[in-house]
């Protein structure tokens, strides 16, 4: 119990918000969990839409795995490897859930089959609902591929009940016999039908091309190359697909929920926005321009399409379309402007095979990596280092430097949802990180012991203290330096240096287990670490040092141990102090927070790289006030603000939206014995 004037009675009489130390605490950054590994190029992703929670994996050569939960199940779903032509743009492709699943039962699965044609085929699920019914198929649809590549594959329902069908233009290249512009072809279009008729099916009858002489009436939209994949938006049922271009551009095409249908995308008359056949005048105005698109640059050749964001658990996600390229193992995030008009943000650079999305029922995402025997399956997250109970916002951390007490206060905004004590450790014990150290998206505590040099970690789940073991001890002239997933997997890792030597070496971690340890290199004394973050959007933080003898500026990008590059950002005078690294526009890169410690002016370097795309001040608060956090306070993936009165102990936050400031307000006074940590 704590009793004195700064006790946990006197703290839950405050309004405040909740941020790590700004040095170690670098803002949301988008993150893959793996979920399921060890995949036989895995395809598609889907839910039954049955309350039960599970994911359902299709694998390329011919098998549906169930994933729930908890791991993958065996024996397969489903396995019709014996019925399929796998594998370059040929296997089993797609799988989509009847709407009445939980009551009839049926599912529905593209695949190519031995021929090389395009199978669209039903199956029921057997009394026991983790296999399916293999002798219960019904074929609805068989279409001729005249090449082996662009095949589509995708099977969606929409919000209409029908089931639509995504078909390539048939492969070669160029689209040599036109067929996506062809109504009399299947190939190239985007097919709607309804399965509940026939049999087979039944023609939806405001299709729009019932009725026309020489169409096929299964026809939706038409125009497209390599459809890989098409979403609903859960929320509004506008259609979103993702088309991959020929040789220069990729694009995602757009259908609003009001549409009769029809929409010509262009193809092959145009690739993107740009004329492909013929090369000039190739558009009389009636084709469906896309919303997004971009060029075979750094890597790009094939998009890999996703869903509009609209779960809860990531509320800064909210509305955004994400998609990712299979080439160059980028993901994008797609944001709508008031105008109609889509901005793309490079949100993580790997070296994944991106071959598909996924919702589960919740609309949490998962995006598939394609390997021949070492496939991934990863949730689509954030981390907020400072963010301990898993709701992407981000808490704060109290500590009593007399007695030790270690009060959290979980927050929602500028709203304390409930605050409690999570302990009281004796002081020569300090907390030296807060990061998300066994990859669970909550935000764990790194003690050091200041007599021994013991390290502790804290595993938390919001308030509790899940487990707790010492991982190493180190000499004390060895400091922590900062945290941050050095190495990509999710897990944070510690970045220590010598403070005799300027030796710098890496922890890389795996919940309370050191997996390894590693020198990165050194530098003289006169360079201090500033911060670490992730500056060029390739999920692995990065190192920024700063010269105090002449105020360089200069960042490693690190790869696990490796320091593969390093360049100077800038130089500043020495009265500039690094107050905090962050994500303060949402482009998925961290920014540097700079104040001036003469005048108290305070500036954002917007950052991509080792280049400062852009600054700006965005105030100049009186010097007694310093910057006590760095957090994304209200979950919309940018950094805010907090500052703290060294005199009084008043709080304010600011909340910073790119090179501005939004919103700013005083949240309370915390006695100053109470430190956020």
Known sequence: MIARAGSVGSLLLLVAVVLGAPRAAPAQSLTLEPIATGLARPVDIAHAGDGSGRLFIVLQGGRIVIHDGAGVLAPPFLDVTSLVSCCGERGLLGLAFHPDYASNGFFYVNYTDGSGDTVIARYRVSADPDLADPGSADILLTVAQPYTNHNGGQLRFGPDGFLYIGLGDGGSGGDPENRAQDLSELLGKILRIDVD???????????????????????????????????????????????????????VDFQPAGSSGGENYGWRLMEGSSCFDPPAGCNDGSLALPIIEYGHVDGNCSITGGYRYRGARLPALAGQYLYADFCSGRLWTAAEEVDAAWTSYETLRTTARFSAFGENEAG??????????????????????????????????????????????????????????????????????LADFDADAKADILWRNTVTGAAVIWLMDGF?????????????????????????????????????????????????????????????????????????????????????????????????????????????????????????????????????????????????????????????????????????????????IIWRDTGTGEVVAWRIDGLERAAAQAIGSVPLVWQVQ
């Open 197 to 251: 008729g026939g049999p087979p099916y039944s023609i939806p009858p405001d299709n729009p091309f019932v009725g026309v002489a020489g169409a096929r009436p299964e026809i939706w939209a038409r125009g497209l190359r390599n459809p890989w994949r098409f979403s609903f938006d859960r929320l509004t049922g506008d259609l979103f697909i993702a088309d991959v271009g020929q040789g220069a551009r990729e694009e």
């Open 464 to 640: 509790t203290k899940r487990a707790a073991g010492g991982i190493g001890a180190a000499s004390l002239d060895w400091q922590v330096a900062g945290t941050g997933d050095f190495d990509g997997d999710a897990k944070a890792d510690i970045l220590w240096r010598n403070t005799t030597t300027g030796a710098a070496l890496v922890w890389k971690m795996d919940g309370l287990s050191k997996a390894a340890a590693g020198g990165i290199g050194g530098a003289p004394l006169v360079w201090e670490v500033a911060g670490v973050g992730d500056f060029d959007t390739d999920a692995k933080s990065d190192i920024l040092w700063r010269n105090t003898d002449s105020g360089s500026a200069v960042i490693w990008r690190m790869d696990g141990f490796d320091k593969l590059a390093a360049g100077t950002v800038g130089t500043t005078s020495l009265d500039w102090k690094v107050r905090g690294v962050g994500k303060f526009d949402r482009d998925g890169r961290s920014d540097i927070l700079w104040r001036n410690t003469s005048n108290g002016n305070t500036v954002i370097w917007q950052m991509n790289g080792f280049s400062k795309e852009a600054s700006a001040s965005i105030g100049a608060p009186l010097p007694v006030w310093r910057v006590a956090g760095l957090g994304d306070t209200d979950g919309d993936g940018q950094s805010d």
């Open 364 to 433: 949490d995402l998962y995006i598939a990596h394609l390997a021949q025997s070492a496939g991934t399956v990863y949730r689509i997250g954030f981390t907020t280092p400072s963010d301990h109970s898993g709701d992407n916002r981000a808490d704060i951390l109290w500590r009593n430097t007399d007695s030790g007490g270690t009060v959290l206060w979980q927050m929602n905004g500028f709203d304390r949802e409930d605050v409690q004590s999570i302990g009281a450790p004796d002081p020569v014990w300090q907390v030296r990180g």
